[in-house]
């Protein structure tokens, strides 16, 4: 069964800082990964997907790899702002449904 | 496009009541949906996987008769919460996909409040 962990679980930086949040998972065999971002309270707005054949992807400031072999992805975010503040989730999409394993997040603050 | 509605986003009710959750694609054809439950400051713990016209596969620990799913039409699936109790309470997640693996697409969510 698909085990996904984050770390770390939260994480407080000042603004204009870059960070990366990490993400493993226990079984290479994935179609995807995604991250997402949760606002408190509300649903899920998807960040990037990276596809199991690719390697990265990069939306404006955000950047997520993904090295299938050694289990883990990466979320790099850039130039940090006070918006950025919010809980990012990873999920794994495995199985013959592309079943979504989820993460436990990592919480981030950014001080202005 | 590939939007997906959820409705009620807020639902608060007495114990014993049985509440609905629908979930809709909008602009695409969902072979696929999936539900998802999350409790205060957890990740989202699948539940339930429905396709269209059979019955859905639940996870493991998740009641079946106590979590209805309908998934009759390839843009809309429900949940039925039957004889909620406050230990219920939670965030309900839907989402749906395209056949053939593709990424799955997420409603809004509903906060269910049994009291």
């Known amino acids: 069964k698909q085990e996904v962990t984050q770390i770390p679980a939260a994480l407080s930086v000042p603004e204009g800082e870059n960070l990366v ?32 054949s690719q390697r990265e992807q990069t939306s404006g400031r955000l950047n997520a790899s993904l090295d299938k072999s050694s289990g883990r992805s990466t979320l790099y975010i850039a130039a940090s ?32 | 496009g590939a939007v997906v509605s959820q409705h009620p986003s807020w639902v608060i009710c007495k114990s014993g009541t049985s509440v609905k959750i629908e979930c809709r694609s909008l602009d695409f054809q969902a072979t696929t949906m999936f539900w998802y439950r999350q409790f205060p400051k ?10 269209e016209g059979s019955k859905a596969t639940y996870e493991q620990g998740v009641e079946k008769d106590k979590f209805l799913i309908n998934h009759a039409s390839l843009t809309l699936s429900t949940l039925t919460v039957t ?14 996909s395209l056949p053939g693996n593709q990424p799955q697409h997420f409603g809004d969510g509903t906060r269910l409040s049994i009291l």
């Open chain 1, 21 to 52: 949040l990490n993400c493993s998972f226990t079984d290479s065999a994935i179609y995807n990964l995604q991250w997402f971002r949760q606002d408190p309270g509300k649903g899920l707005t998807s960040l990037l997907l990276i596809q199991s």
């Open chain 1, 81 to 112: 702002q006070p918006g950025d503040s919010a809980t990012y989730l990873c999920a794994a999409g495995t199985g013959g449904n592309n079943d979504m394993r989820f993460g436990a997040g990592t919480r981030l603050t950014v001080k202005p």
């Open chain 2, 42 to 51: 957890q990740s989202l713990m699948l539940m339930a996987t429905s396709n």
């Open chain 2, 83 to 96: 004889s909620a109790h406050p230990e219920d309470s939670s965030f309900y997640i839907c989402s749906a």
